[in-house]
């Protein structure tokens, strides 16, 4: 049987919605020659209360910051949420800190990477974002922000942490993750059930 690792969704009012319904998908997935899942994937929202993502589609939180269970797998996504309420929000920055410490890999969508870098997190690393907010990003310092990517892997000896383009750049930095997770014949056929050209 194949051990489960937890991928925690990061949710927030006004965030957008492919940025995690992407990673959901694919993380869920992602299985093995046997059929069994590799992944058990929940949303986390500060307070367990229903989200109002962009454009209005409710989603209710499986956990919130209190009683979820451990996360090997952190996701941060961006919109309007992330940029504009959230970077302000200083329970869900230190949330993110201590979830990063403990996680085995983080991965952030558009401007979820102004979260990441609001909490200090990727000093000293490249980082790429949403094109509209490459200059946002770059306003923080130490940040070696890279444009006309897909995605930015700046994990090192001390944490796996991986940053990805706008909205359906999360899509292919997830099947990125699960290559570098599990193996490329996995992220192959996760990204074939899902019709998705990796090339």
Not at 171 to 180: D, P, R, V
Request: charged share 20%.
């Amino acid at each position: 049987m194949t051990l489960k690792r937890t991928v925690g969704i990061l949710l927030f009012n006004e965030v957008e919605v492919l940025d995690f319904a992407g990673p959901f998908e694919v993380f869920s997935l992602a299985e093995n020659a046997d059929n069994n899942k590799y992944f058990d994937v929940i949303i986390i929202a500060e307070n367990q209360a229903p989200i109002s993502a962009r454009n209005g589609l409710q989603v209710i939180p499986d956990y919130n910051f209190t009683n979820h269970p451990d996360i090997d797998v952190l996701i941060i996504p961006g919109g309007y949420g992330a940029e504009k309420i959230e970077i302000h929000n200083k329970v869900v920055i230190d949330w993110i800190k201590t979830q990063e410490n403990l996680a085995e890999l983080t991965l952030s969508v558009c401007t979820g990477a102004l979260l990441l870098a609001e909490a200090g997190l990727l000093a000293g690393r490249s980082a790429t974002t949403h094109w509209m907010d490459l200059d946002n990003l770059a306003s923080y310092p130490d940040i070696d922000v890279i444009s006309h990517t897909r995605f930015v892997d700046a994990s090192d000896d001390t944490c796996d942490i991986v940053t990805s383009a706008g909205i359906s750049a999360g899509i292919h930095a997830s099947l990125y993750c699960i290559e570098k997770l599990i193996d490329s014949t996995t992220m192959s056929a996760t990204a074939r059930r899902m019709e998705f050209d990796i090339n």
